[in-house]
């Protein structure tokens, strides 16, 4: 019962939210049409109910236009909350797709993401409540962990099926960032924190790709790829700043990011079906690296 019902909300908050703005008869066409009405509109006070879960189970607000009759997602002042509301949206009902579809497992192969398992949540009680973690942690460059890392969290991400968390090393007063599925012994401290007000996390991130955040230079980035590839890129962007020019047989995506060392990884994974076009000191990179390739074969 408790996980139909989450379904039901999850239907709620998907369809206002893939139409846009939608009246209330609108909606409860869709609603006879889904799978939850047996062919009946929905009660009003269901609709009430559904729209206060929203608020508490997603955090946010399903507003009501009186010009228009019609009810939407309302607007957070903050531009990242839709990407973080659509991300939980997507991850509810893919759990719930791969909970219902068990006859089928032995079908289905999914990617790990262990850091999430055992001091997500504990990194994130800590940013609800701006609390110091401490934590021992062990990089993949070094043979013995450091002991006691005292980190107030500022933000977490998620980048290729790992969980890192950034914010303030207290002992070397700096800003750093750390993989969770590196760490052990993570515990939630007494100590309180007030977060820095001149440190905005999504400037913080703005420009970089990937988990390396850096002071550098902000740069144009221009990259061609041929056109079977500009379609994989077009559906999943490399970056929010991304921009396509299509020319005949090719096109030029256009960035304004950081060059880092997970960017740089990211192109020469690539292959051949992308080439740097600019900054010149990015496509010297690139051939660097694969020089070094091709050397460590011919050794």
């Given at each position: 019962m408790a996980r139909d019902l989450l379904n039901r909300y999850i239907w709620f908050v998907d369809t206002i939210r893939r139409y846009g703005r939608i009246t209330r008869a609108g909606?409860?066409?869709?609603?006879?049409?889904?799978?939850?009405?047996?062919?009946?509109?929905?009660?009003?006070?269901?609709f009430h109910n559904y729209r206060e879960a929203a608020q508490q189970m997603f955090n946010?607000?399903?507003?009501?236009?009186?010009?228009?009759?019609?009810?939407?997602?309302?607007?957070?002042?903050?531009?990242?909350?839709?990407d973080?509301?659509?991300?939980?949206?997507?991850?509810?009902?893919?759990?719930?797709?791969?909970?219902?579809?068990?006859?089928?497992?032995?079908?289905?192969?999914?990617?790990n993401v262990p850091?999430?398992?055992?001091?997500?949540?504990?990194?994130?009680?800590?940013?609800?409540?701006?609390?110091?973690?401490?934590?021992?942690?062990?990089?993949?460059?070094?043979?013995?962990?450091?002991?006691?890392v005292m980190l107030e969290p500022y933000f977490v991400k998620i980048f290729r099926q790992r969980w890192y968390v950034t914010g303030?090393?207290?002992?070397e007063n700096r800003i750093k960032t750390y993989a969770l599925d590196r760490m052990s012994g993570l515990c939630?401290?007494?100590?309180?924190?007030?977060?820095?007000?001149?440190?905005?996390?999504?400037?913080?991130?703005?420009?970089?790709?990937?988990?390396?955040?850096?002071?550098?230079?902000?740069?144009d980035v221009v990259i061609r790829?041929?056109?079977?590839?500009?379609?994989?890129?077009?559906?999943?962007?490399?970056?929010?700043?991304?921009?396509?020019f299509v020319h005949d047989g090719y096109s030029d995506f256009h960035y304004r990011l950081r060059i880092t060392d997970d960017f740089v990884a990211e192109i020469l994974s690539q292959g051949p079906r992308l080439t740097v076009m600019q900054p010149p000191e990015l496509r010297m990179m690139?051939?660097?690296?694969?020089?070094?390739?091709?050397?460590?074969y011919d050794r």
């Open positions: 909606l409860d066409e869709c609603w006879v049409r889904s799978a939850f009405s047996n062919g009946r509109p929905m009660p009003r006070r269901t946010i607000e399903i507003a009501y236009d009186p010009a228009t009759y019609e009810y939407y997602i309302e607007g957070d002042s903050d531009p990242h909350a839709p973080v509301t659509g991300w939980l949206l997507n991850s509810a009902v893919t759990s719930e797709l791969i909970t219902s579809s068990r006859d089928v497992s032995s079908k289905i192969f999914l990617e850091s999430a398992r055992e001091f997500l949540a504990s990194v994130i009680d800590a940013l609800r409540h701006n609390r110091v973690i401490r934590f021992d942690y062990l990089p993949y460059t070094r043979s013995t962990p450091t002991r006691g303030r090393h207290t002992g939630l401290t007494t100590t309180a924190f007030e977060p820095d007000p001149a440190f905005d996390a999504a400037e913080y991130v703005r420009h970089s790709f990937g988990v390396i955040f850096s002071d550098g230079e902000v740069r790829a041929e056109p079977r590839q500009a379609k994989y890129m077009r559906a999943l962007p490399l970056h929010h700043s991304q921009r396509e690139i051939r660097s690296r694969l020089r070094e390739a091709l050397d460590a």
